[in-house]
């Protein structure tokens, strides 16, 4: 069955055998929540399950619970993963792909040309489904008939996921529906967009419940699960994009220690080699706050695709070159032959960072391999011959249980990471001070760099060096005011651009308004 697998402080979920679908029969919502779900556990009688007829008992549960996390595989699960969408908006990356309109949800948001009715539906739904599932969850959890530690610590997960949901939603969209019950036959048609200030404030209350009662380290034995300090580390976040300076400074600073650069309270620490955060083994590390996994276990096929069932590394078979063929088998990289040229890295990009000992494991150099005649491969749609080497598999990754190749790749994928909070809280502290100099300083060690003064200019620098591809750097453009300016040669429109449009769809027959200028 799919369960947890998790190590301390870290959540994972993992699949470790692929089942029967569970059906859970619900009156269509504003959510667009999908038909037809899995079932996490093995549950009897098989078929389908009226949300009423639910929740029966801690293993029913336990699984609406796992229903809940499982949201999170959008970051880098399927074709319309957020990892592909965002570095595609963003002066790092261009859409690429087979051509000019593969994967079209992705290419409009390069160009910016998105519109409401480009933008992909399910950037809108897929998050809405996930606070759908956490809000029944939390309505159903006080009747279950389970121990009452595992439901103050179920709900406190509940709650944490749906603050994540809606964080997500909340930067993306901003004038968003803000829903804590289930939607009904009366009311579905009602919803109205909340004030951005009180999302914020519900993301925020939910956190701070979910910190409350979330341990701060789990045993071994336990397969995975938020944290106290997952939790923190999110806040901080949070905090930081209200502009809210002292209370990120705290939650981040608790998050990551009293001596940037040794193990924190919470076991967080650097990895030492920057090269080893990029492997299909190195899930749960000791850098990794929050992460995504995944697994070949459930053996993904095409008939998978397309339906969230499909639980490999989908942005892994994205990234890599097309054709990819070795010329000169002895220096040739083993690396997967067969990727879809997706988040290309610009030339831009390329000349940032080429001199950083963050290169290699940043940029597959396709384009001087083939120069040397030492690889060939097939030039795809905005072709630089830069790829995405983080995320990139090698012929070893190809998965061997069965199933498709393309579906089955393994690595997982950072939502927050130590470094990432060290850059965030210096970025709070305003980017000046011993404190801010330090964090900045153990980023740069850890890849053998001297210090060099702290400033919001070098902090910004780092940000772009040590977070590359992984999805951050339209969100900080945007948060630090540069979006206009850096992204204006690719079509960025102050006063547009900074939301993405709400998804036609989304607002017919319904009180939801479209965002400005859209």
Not at 82 to 89: K, T
Not at 98 to 127: E, K
Not at 382 to 409: H, I, Q
Not at 470 to 489: M, N, Q, Y
Request: proline share 5%; net charge neutral.
């Amino acid at each position: 069955m799919e369960e947890f697998n998790y190590n301390s402080n870290h959540l994972q979920i993992t699949i470790m055998k692929f089942i029967k679908i569970l059906c859970i029969a619900i009156i269509p919502a504003l959510v667009s929540l999908l038909a037809c779900k899995k079932s996490f556990v093995d549950i009897a009688p098989k078929g389908q399950f009226l949300s009423e007829n639910y929740y029966a008992n801690k293993d029913q549960a336990f699984a609406a619970l796992v229903a809940t996390y499982d949201i999170m595989r959008k970051n880098s699960g399927g074709f319309e993963n957020m990892l592909v969408l965002m570095n595609a908006g963003s002066d790092d990356h261009f859409a690429g792909g087979g051509g000019p309109t593969d994967g079209n949800q992705i290419q409009v948001f390069s160009n910016y040309t998105i519109t409401p009715n480009s933008i992909a539906g399910s950037y809108w739904s897929d998050y809405y489904q996930g606070i759908f599932r956490a809000n029944v969850l939390l309505k159903k959890l006080p009747d279950v008939p389970m121990d009452d530690a595992s439901k103050t610590r179920f709900a406190a997960e509940a709650k944490a996921l749906r603050s994540y949901y809606y964080f997500i939603l909340v930067t993306m969209f901003k004038n968003i529906p803000l829903m804590l019950e289930p939607l009904t036959a009366t009311n579905i048609y009602q919803v109205e967009q909340a004030n951005p200030a009180d999302v914020y404030a519900q993301i925020e209350k939910d956190l701070t419940d979910a910190i409350n009662v979330l341990p701060s380290t789990l045993p071994s034995t336990e397969l995975g699960r938020l944290t106290k300090g997952a939790a923190k580390a999110l806040l901080g976040k949070v905090y930081l994009y209200e502009k809210k300076m002292p209370q990120a400074v705290a939650q981040l600073a608790d998050v990551n220690g009293p001596t940037p650069g040794q193990a924190s309270p919470y076991g967080y620490k650097l990895v030492a080699n920057f090269d080893n955060l990029w492997t299909s083994t190195a899930k749960f590390n000791s850098e990794s706050i929050l992460e995504v996994t995944h697994t070949n276990l459930g053996r993904s096929t095409w008939g998978n695709w397309g339906s969230s069932s499909d639980e490999g590394n989908s942005f892994a078979q994205m990234v890599g070159p097309r054709s990819y063929l070795k010329k000169n088998a002895a220096l040739a990289p083993d690396i997967y032959p067969a990727g879809w040229s997706f988040s290309v890295i610009t030339q831009n990009l390329y000349d940032f960072i080429k001199n950083d000992p963050r290169f290699n494991a940043t940029v597959f150099d396709a384009a001087a391999l083939k120069t040397a005649n030492i690889i060939d491969y097939t030039a795809g749609y905005m072709n630089t011959g830069y790829f995405l080497k983080k995320f990139l598999p090698k012929a070893t990754d190809v998965t061997t249980l069965g199933g498709n190749t393309e579906l089955n790749f393994q690595q997982g994928t950072y939502i927050i990471r130590l470094a990432d909070t060290y850059l965030m809280e210096a970025e709070a502290l305003g980017g000046t001070g011993a404190r801010a100099q330090a964090l900045l300083d153990a980023v740069r060690a850890r890849v053998g760099l001297p210090s060099v003064p702290v400033s919001m200019q070098n902090i910004k620098n780092e940000r772009r060096l040590e977070l590359a591809g992984e999805g951050f750097r339209w969100f900080d453009l945007v948060r630090w005011g540069d979006a206009p300016t850096v992204l204006a040669s690719r079509g960025f429109v102050a006063g547009k651009h900074e939301l993405f449009p709400i998804p036609s769809r989304e607002l017919q027959g319904t009180k939801l308004k479209q965002n400005p200028n859209y």
